[in-house]
């Protein structure tokens, strides 16, 4: 699944709710995966924009080392959903 899109959006979805255990439960939707919990939903909401920082950067990271050398030219585009750079 590419998830570059991700770090080109202006805000993300957050989803809150009541968990099984007894704490409030935290989802970013945009972000397969990135979940947390907290005991109130203050701390619920301080947990996920934890867990979504350091998801962001993973993203990133993968998304930077996928980036292929460079063709010669100086003018180039470079595609999010392939991470192919090309001659523009």
């Known amino acids: 699944m ?7 959006q202006p805000s993300l979805n957050i989803r809150v709710y009541d968990g099984e255990d ?9 972000i397969p995966g990135c979940i947390s919990q ?3 939903k203050e701390e619920a909401l301080a947990n996920i ?5 350091v998801c962001l950067e993973i993203i990133l ?3 930077a080392a ?3 050398p ?3 030219s ?14 523009v």
């Open 2 to 8: 590419d998830l570059t899109n991700v770090l080109h």
């Open 22 to 30: 007894g704490y409030i439960t935290a989802e970013c939707i945009d």
């Open 38 to 40: 907290g005991k109130t």
């Open 66 to 68: 996928s980036v292929r």
């Open 49 to 53: 924009m934890d867990a979504i920082s």
């Open 74 to 87: 100086d003018n180039l585009r470079l595609s999010l959903t392939t991470s192919e750079l090309l001659p």
């Open 61 to 63: 990271e993968r998304a």
């Open 70 to 72: 460079a063709p010669s």
